[in-house]
């Protein structure tokens, strides 16, 4: 199994930055690919960084990875920014297994105007 947490949301004013990070930890034989996705009220969950990046991120946002972690840097922030940021992880529970895949519990970033 695979333990994802997630740190770094809060509230920021209008143009401000955040950095959220995620840490996997737990039995598991490689992890193979980390991403966010984020989901406001109302709203689908959508992609923010992966493979891609979210077309509203527009050069704002940049993920980085660093073996186990990963994290997101977010500046010039928006209130359409506002929303649950959600890591992802897939994840090799042995060398012969599937990609299974896992969520964190989100983190809140909050932008007010």
């Known amino acids: 199994q695979v333990q994802l947490v997630e740190s770094g949301g809060g509230l920021v004013q209008a143009g401000g930055s955040l950095r959220l990070s995620c840490a996997a930890s737990g039995n598991f034989f490689a992890i193979i690919g980390m991403g966010w996705y984020r989901q406001a009220p109302g709203k689908q969950r959508e992609l923010v960084a992966g493979?891609?990046?979210?077309?509203f991120v527009k050069g704002r946002f940049t993920m980085t990875r660093d073996e186990n972690s990963v994290y997101l840097q977010m500046n010039n922030l928006q209130p359409e920014d506002t929303a649950v940021y959600y890591c992802?992880?897939?994840?090799?529970?042995?060398?012969?297994?599937?990609?299974?895949?896992?969520w964190g519990q989100g983190t809140l970033v909050t932008v007010s105007s």
């Open positions: 493979a891609e990046y979210g077309d």
């Open positions: 992802a992880a897939e994840a090799l529970l042995d060398r012969d297994g599937s990609p299974v895949e896992y």
